[in-house]
């Protein structure tokens, strides 16, 4: 089908997609055949129209370079204020030191953080003294510049350790014939190209070698590598690599931007550009049309939104004329950031999410005004001040778009954040609902549950779990994920208590938590929503392994608008038995008041002083018995969302048999 014609054709769908009502009642896939297929960007865009389409380097302009005084004076006060700071701050530190050893400790013990956090130290000094060199263009920060460029190009690797191991000499020190390209590589060429382009020739005052010794490392580094080999699992172009993850937009952006903003020859440029293109198409193709991120909300920032910035920015070097934002996967892709967040910076997080993620508000706002999504620039706009500007992210680029957007932004940032009533997101990978009491408000109960199966890229074994809020709080939870190490992506991760089934708001039956695997998956889920209720059922007893004896565990998550959150479960045995048990993760503090009768009290979020939410939670104390467990949080990561403790509320069986019909109901 000619592209014209093709855009109209999804353009059409998504009208359609936007103003149709859902049936109240919904086979877990059946949106599936009803979406139209991603597009092939490739196909669309092969290397001689791409030489046609694309600005010469020369005549692009994406932001205002260091030349354009006018346009860095417009800035606003608070914005010139913060970026003064920051190089301020910068310009005093001194530049820290990545010696051998501290890059082994990965080989040698499992940290990862000590080595990432110093690496990523010197590339945000860079960012913080560009910002404000141009800022002011009087020199202060160049030499400051150029000692952090000439350290970064010093630097053996721009890979960090836990991903070396895609050199043939493995994880221990980097093999500098052998440059590998992963996110810290491909983001450091990035970074270089962007100081490159802003700075214009200043760094030539410094010395007319800093510049030319930058385009070489990003050549060396990245681009070439990039454009010579197809053996990167995260390209996509191998059968063994499986489905491509966030990896695969969030490189593949900044080699775009690197292409883009450095490449000097024409057809290298458009050759670059087109395999980019093929690469996105790994990542597109079997993308789930309902735009769901399997990896979780956390990582929405890095894939849906890394792929939107190279569809921006494709645009932009095209002066228009590649635009791909009618396409509906790529539109729900977007959505996906709003249809997935509780109220504030709660989200319900599904795989390795953090369960707070902010919101970069200048991204979100122009995806949405891409996407023509008067909700997802909603999202963006909503709470947006020039204090929370990303200038402080790892990508230079998001920075200065940030920063020539704001005006733009600044002028919607009254509008309140999207809260949608109901959300049904049906693709086997995801399988997730969510709904609230009412439309646009935290008040009352929320609740969310999904199905899909244990083998997600950042996957927990957590088929069926269920987390409830009630007015903005915490009352179940999912975890979330601890700091990683070598272990996270490690054939034992699933020994780490916070992927395991025993740790969500899941049964343990018979001793045996849920197995990882495509095949440990929810069946026969149905979705029904109405302005009285919302409900998933599925059946997971295929998540557990045989030990466990069951046939069949259907569970039942039902919000009663107004009312109470029922989790309603009926499970068939091979034999009967009374070693099965609820397991239910909360932060609050629990109290039986009488039996069968827990008391929640939730004050997780409350530091303004409110009083805390109350919620009871009932079940039947003739089949069931309540033990209340301390979790205690030693993970960095964790603390800062949960605090030092959670507790894990175990419902046993009191007695043995081979059926158990159990319901656990949540009031105020």
């Known amino acids: 089908m000619p592209t014209t014609r093709r855009r109209l054709f999804v353009l059409i769908v998504a009208t359609v997609a936007l103003l149709s009502v859902p049936s109240a009642t919904q086979q877990a896939n059946s949106a599936q055949s009803q979406r139209p297929s991603p597009p092939v960007l490739s196909g669309d865009w092969p290397v001689a129209r791409l030489r046609e389409v694309l600005l010469a380097r020369s005549a692009w302009k994406p932001v205002p370079s260091i030349d354009d005084r006018e346009k860095w004076a417009a800035l606003s006060p608070a914005l010139k204020t913060r970026i003064t700071k ?15 050893t501290q890059f082994l400790e990965y080989a040698r013990n499992g940290n990862r953080s000590r080595f990432e956090d110093v690496m990523f130290r010197r590339r945000t000094r860079l960012h913080a003294l560009v910002l404000a060199e141009c800022l002011e263009d009087a020199g202060r920060f160049l ?3 150029a000692d952090t460029v000439w350290a970064i190009a010093e630097e053996s690797s721009w890979t960090v350790p836990a991903h070396q191991g895609a050199q043939k000499a493995k994880v221990g020190l980097p093999d500098t014939d052998e440059p590998i390209v992963d996110l810290f590589s491909a983001q450091t060429a990035h970074s270089f190209a962007w100081t490159l382009y802003l700075l214009s020739d200043r760094l030539d005052k410094v010395s007319p070698l800093v510049r030319p010794r930058m385009a070489r490392e990003i050549e060396r580094r990245v681009l070439g590598p990039y454009l010579s080999r197809d053996d990167f699992g995260w390209m996509g172009f191998s059968k063994r690599a499986g489905r491509p993850n966030n990896w695969n937009p969030w490189i593949n952006s900044n080699v775009l931007a690197a292409t883009l903003l450095v490449e000097a020859t024409d057809a290298r440029r458009a050759e670059l550009v087109h395999k980019v293109l093929r690469s996105l198409d790994k990542f597109l193709g079997p993308y789930p049309k309902d735009g769901s991120c399997d990896e979780g909300p956390a990582y929405w920032g890095r894939a849906g939104a890394s792929l939107f910035e190279s569809l921006e920015l494709l645009q932009s070097a095209s002066a228009g004329r590649i635009n791909e934002f ?4 790529i539109a729900n892709m977007g959505r996906f950031a709003y249809r997935v967040r509780i109220g504030g910076d709660w989200v319900v997080d599904v795989g390795d999410s953090d369960p707070h993620v902010g919101v970069d508000h200048g991204l979100v706002y122009r995806y949405g005004v891409s996407i023509g999504d008067p909700l997802l620039r909603s999202l963006g706009a909503s709470g947006a001040s020039e204090a929370n500007v990303e200038l402080n992210d790892r990508s230079i680029g998001r920075a200065v778009f940030a920063l020539f957007g704001w005006d733009d932004l600044a002028k919607q940032r009254s509008t309140p954040a999207p809260l949608p009533r109901d959300v049904w997101l049906p693709s086997e990978d995801m399988q997730l609902m969510a709904a609230r009491d009412r439309d646009g408000s935290t008040g009352g109960f929320y609740v969310a549950a999904w199905g899909a199966h244990n083998d997600q890229s950042h996957n927990h074994n957590d088929v069926g779990n269920v987390i409830v809020f009630v007015d903005g709080e915490p009352v179940l939870i999912d975890v979330g994920r601890p700091v990683y190490t070598s272990q996270t992506f490690s054939n ?6 916070e992927m395991q089934s025993a740790f969500h708001n899941l049964p343990t039956v018979n001793g045996a938590m849920q197995m990882a695997g495509r095949k440990a998956a929810a069946r026969d889920v149905t979705y029904a929503a109405s302005d009285a209720s919302a409900e998933l059922q599925m059946d997971i007893a295929p998540a557990y392994p045989a030990s466990a004896g069951l046939t069949s ?3 039942r998550v ?7 959150v029922t989790i309603a479960d009926r499970a068939t045995l091979g034999r009967p038995s009374r070693d099965v048990a609820l397991n239910l993760m909360t932060p609050c503090d629990v109290h039986e008041d009488s039996p069968g009768v827990l008391r929640l009290t939730c004050a997780n979020s409350k530091a303004a002083g409110g009083a805390p939410v109350v919620v009871a939670a009932r079940f039947d104390p003739k089949t069931q018995s309540a033990t209340v467990e301390p979790v205690a949080v030693d993970d960095m990561q964790l603390k800062r969302a949960w605090g030092d ?6 419902l046993a069986a009191r007695d043995s048999r081979d059926t158990f019909a159990w319901t656990l ?3 105020k």
């Open 86 to 100: 920051d190089g301020e701050r910068a310009v005093k530190q001194a530049i820290p030191a990545l010696p051998a």
């Open 143 to 145: 030499d400051g510049i």
């Open 326 to 329: 009618a396409d509906t996967v």
């Open 492 to 497: 034992r991760r699933y020994e780490i208590w």
């Open 553 to 555: 565990w259907v569970r």
């Open 558 to 564: 039902r919000l009663n608008r107004g009312r109470d």
């Open 645 to 650: 403790r959670l507790n894990r509320v175990v």
């Open 665 to 667: 109901v949540l009031s």
